[in-house]
């Protein structure tokens, strides 16, 4: 029997758009509808994988045999408890009531506690301490956003549904959507390579070679002119979100800092003694930041290209610094792109809990906070901790190897749905649910909003949620430090909400409106 | 004066902020070996990680030896004395530090000198990011003292630099003197890219290759600079103003002959 759930959470990107379909048919999710591309890969396939994880797995002789999932925690408890200082990193793509155990189990153990912003958005948050942000909601942008500027960032790739939902191609209350006149572009567009084809054909000769040009798109005085929302899209190469935009800015790399302290200057008014910065002439800078200026309210979306090219967190910080600005001439906002679907959530459990957001040390029985000291790379680099507990990331796919080198010394205990390359690797690898499709929870939208994901389909028997695990694991740590005679946390941990897991809702047939029976009706 | 040698290799990082002058002034060496500290996560004593001997001679007042790049916070907000440390060390050295002076023969890890108000640091090696800057978050940069550096330093030294004089005989990375409001980083090699990004005050002189920010502006063109009472600096340098992203009037200081492509500016005077 099919069954449709409606307002099903996407938890794949920061967008964590709410409004999909999904169809159930025999615990399985057969279809669905309103998600994008990546999300339908990871709802309707990719959960289904054959490289699932059914049992806990630990590592004798060399090879992963199964176990059972008592045995395998006691392992991973008594290799945590073991450590003089391990490592537990990944946690932003759980939900926020396992990432509030991990951040008890943190403090218990004394280890190193880092989530994955230590590798994508990290900087962003440093920034913000350092200088504050200015910020608004994704609903706030959506009805008022007349100038969005996406900077280092690909939004049409990494998070497909951001400028249909939240930006450009959306219908506001006060801004309307830019798509139709996007669709006349892209017809204008095809027609006049269609022609270009087709003359040289005929023609039989070679086109002259165009020169690379750095910037294309009408010219910016053109923007002004232009009614209706505008975007501005600032890369190093042509993406096809800069297809979208109206002006395209394409900068030398690692020059994001130099522009922007440039753009702060012609903002300030102030003249500079350079023609170019970072490969763009001054007079398109200065176009581009009367447009800033004349805006109603202007947002800047940036991305990893910002915040892992040279200059990292001083790149955010500059970007911040040229919002703060433009707000004393008109309103304008900042916002991260946040990739995994909870790494905002992270932050803010972190945060909450520890009054960090992430690189946090709790070696000396209280939190210590330093990126580029307790974070996961460079603590792993100057091979510091002696054990890892890996939840919900795959650092094995995308860490240096030197990094995984010094992993691979020392214990490792994984936590994934999948067989992938990090859990191949661990010593100890504990089975997860899929959470968003499997089981229910808290995630934080990219603009810290935060939404209840949904269960849909049953988990494999036998397979613990990550924070029934954590738990467990977290119970286990506090019997053998009571063993050892040495001081435990007080209080029993309690699961957020253990009978909020309600099983898959069929989705109603809108009601008919009731006719008065013929005849019936005078009585 | 006393001599820690470590007793093994350590694995895990090492915090001994109790390994000050102060701290093991009037104690008797069984005292000092008592002295907390961590290894990892696990408490235990100064005696379970290091040899500790007692030399009758007066200066240094502790000496360390051996393999330290593990071992943080030594002579954290010491206030007199000196410590001498042969071999490489690792993190926070002479954080805070109000007075006294560490020199270090060998290689230092990041943060050494960190919000440091008064004293000096002799650094006969190369050291890490974050020379001299403050805590993340705020804007308590180096107020006094001096740091001299024999070798290279990584990125974002001086930050929020309030006072003091750091000399570094190699390159420095990027962002030196970020955000600094007052005193003097005189580097005699190259500097990286965004030197001084948002001064608003204070000095840095480059005697090799450096990029200028667009956000500077040429001020004139001096013969020589004069970076403390006991350094003089000869040139010709040009002399640059900024940030004016920030209203700032720091100055930046480049060497003309290192400097071809600054040439530019010339035309602006």
Known sequence: MNKTINNVVCPICGCLCDDLEVTVENNEIIKMKNGCAVCEAKMVHGYKSDERILKPLIRKDGKLVPVSMDEAIKKAAQILTDAKYPLLFGWSSTVSEAQRIG????????????????????????????????????????????????????????????????????DGRFEGSEWKNYMQRLRADSGRKKMEMASKRIARVEPPIKPQVCFTGPPPQMLERKSGRKVIVVDVRKTMTAEA????????????????????????????????????????????ADAMMSCGFGVIYFGLGMTQSLGR????????????????????????????????????????????PFAIDFSQ????????????????????????????????AHFPSVIMQNMMKHPLITINPDMNAISRLGD???????????????????????????????????????????????????????????????????LAHPDKVKAPQACKAPAKPKRAKKGKGAA | MITLTPLRTFNVPIQTPCITPENFAGKTLTDIKKLPATEGNRNIT?????????????????????DLSKVKRVGQAMKSGEIVINGNIGMHTGEKMAGGKIIINGNAGGWTGSEMKKGT??????????????????????????????????????????????????????????????????????CDVRTGACMT????????????????????????VKVDNTTNVSGPFYVFLGDLSERGTGKIFANKAANPALAFYEKYL
């Open chain 1, 245 to 288: 935009a109206d002006y395209f800015l394409q900068i030398e790399p690692n020059r994001d800092y130099e522009v922007i302290e440039a753009l702060r200057c012609l903002v300030l008014d102030q003249e500079l003694d350079v023609d170019k910065v970072g490969g763009i002439p001054i007079d398109t800078l200065r176009d581009v």
């Open chain 1, 365 to 396: 029985g209280y939190p210590q906070f330093n990126p580029g000291e307790n974070t996961a790379v460079d603590l792993l680099r100057r091979g510091d901790n002696d054990a890892t507990l890996i939840i919900s990331a795959d650092p094995g």
């Open chain 1, 103 to 170: 951040v008890e189990l943190a403090e218990e153990l004394g280890s190193a506690l880092d989530n994955c912003c230590s590798v994508c958005h990290g900087p962003s948050v440093m920034a913000t301490q350092e200088i504050g942000i200015p910020a608004a909601t994704l609903g706030q942008i959506r009805h008022r956003a007349d100038l969005i500027v996406y900077w280092a960032c690909n939004p049409w790739a990494s998070h497909p549904r951001h400028v249909e939902r939240y930006t450009a191609f959306t």
């Open chain 1, 428 to 494: 100890v690898v504990f089975p997860a649910q899929w959470c968003g499709i499997e089981y229910s929870g808290t995630a934080y939208r990219m603009d810290t909003v935060p939404l209840t994901l949904k269960k849909v389909v049953e988990a494999p028997p036998g397979i613990l949620t990550d924070e029934e695990l954590l738990t467990r694991i977290l119970k286990e740590v506090r019997a053998i430090k009571v063993k050892r005679g040495e001081p435990v946390g007080q209080g029993e941990v309690k």
């Open chain 2, 46 to 66: 100064l005696g379970d990680l290091f040899k500790i001997e007692q030399d009758p001679a007066e200066t240094p007042n502790i000496t360390l030896n051996g």
């Open chain 1, 313 to 356: 967190f001083r790149n955010i910080e500059i970007a911040i610094a040229l919002a703060r600005d433009l707000n004393r001439k008109t309103k304008f906002v900042i916002s991260p792109m946040r990739g995994h679907f909870n790494v905002t959530g992270a932050n803010n459990v972190f945060a909450w809990q520890t009054g960090y």
């Open chain 2, 201 to 224: 005050g204070g000095k840095i002189v480059v005697g090799g290759t450096l990029e200028i920010l667009p956000s500077f502006t040429i001020d004139s063109i001096k013969p020589k």
């Open chain 2, 121 to 190: 640091i002799e650094i006969h090696g190369d050291v890490g990011d974050y020379l001299a800057s403050p805590y993340r978050g705020n804007d308590l940069g180096m107020k006094g003292g001096l740091i001299t550096v024999d070798g290279n330093v990584g990125t974002d030294v001086g930050c929020y630099l309030k006072g003091g004089i750091i000399k570094i005989t190699g390159s420095a990375g990027q962002f030196l003197g970020y955000h600094m409001t007052d005193g003097a980083i005189y580097v005699e090699k190259n």
